[in-house]
């Protein structure tokens, strides 16, 4: 099967899309005005072939609302949960659960398995059986292709070797001007320059092939 399932770790892409754009951009409070383009990373993720599930996990704060429309707009599955709350990690929760949803497509589909994108750098949890690696090396047995989506500096050093022996590690950084743009400043609190996204090209875009 071709479908592709995606899964994605929103605190993840977005805060080292920040941290990325400190060292890339040079310009103060840039950080500040950048946001990464859901459309673009969207169809970065599954490269125009057939989605049959995508679901993201991120927080409530209500500047974040707008993405969050716009993502449930498209088809995706989004689960929210309160990154001020005392008795949760800030990623712990969001993380278990989206390798909760991970792991129940990977059993409901067990006989016709497609490809898994994942977009996160996170890989905590391997040593212990736990964690979105150890999450992927089950499907990938099971049949699953395999596709991880990180930005370069932030991605577990162990999972991007796996990911690029066993199926397709993309850094984002080489797309960053599509899948990212900056805001206007606020009158009086200007910064850098507002960006609009790149044309994506997904010419060179590598994918999993079925063995």
Request: proline share 6%; hydrophobic share 35%.
């Amino acid at each position: 099967m071709n479908d592709v399932f995606v899964y994605w770790d929103n605190s993840n892409i977005y805060h080292e899309a920040q941290r990325l754009t400190d060292e890339r951009d040079g310009t103060p409070g840039a950080r500040y005005l950048v946001r990464v383009h859901f459309d673009n990373l969207l169809r970065l993720a599954h490269a125009d072939r057939p989605v049959r599930r995508a679901v993201a996990a991120g927080s409530i704060p209500p500047e974040m609302q707008q993405l969050w429309n716009r993502m449930e707009n498209r088809g995706v599955e989004v689960n929210l949960f309160d990154r001020g709350a005392r008795d949760q990690g800030e990623q712990g929760v969001p993380d278990q659960w989206l390798q909760l949803r991970m792991l129940e497509d990977g059993l409901d589909h067990n006989g016709v398995p497609g490809v898994v994108v994942v977009l996160t750098g996170d890989g905590a949890g391997y040593a212990h059986g736990r964690g979105f690696h150890s999450t992927l090396e089950r499907m990938h047995r099971r049949g699953w292709r395999v596709e991880v989506l990180s930005w370069a500096h932030s991605c577990n050093r162990g999972m991007r070797v796996w990911a690029e022996t066993r199926g397709v590690f993309i850094p984002l950084d080489d797309y960053y001007d599509a899948i990212t743009f900056r805001e206007p400043s606020r009158p009086g609190y200007e910064f850098a320059s507002p960006r609009d996204p790149a044309v994506l090209d997904l010419s060179r875009r590598p994918m999993a092939r079925g063995t």
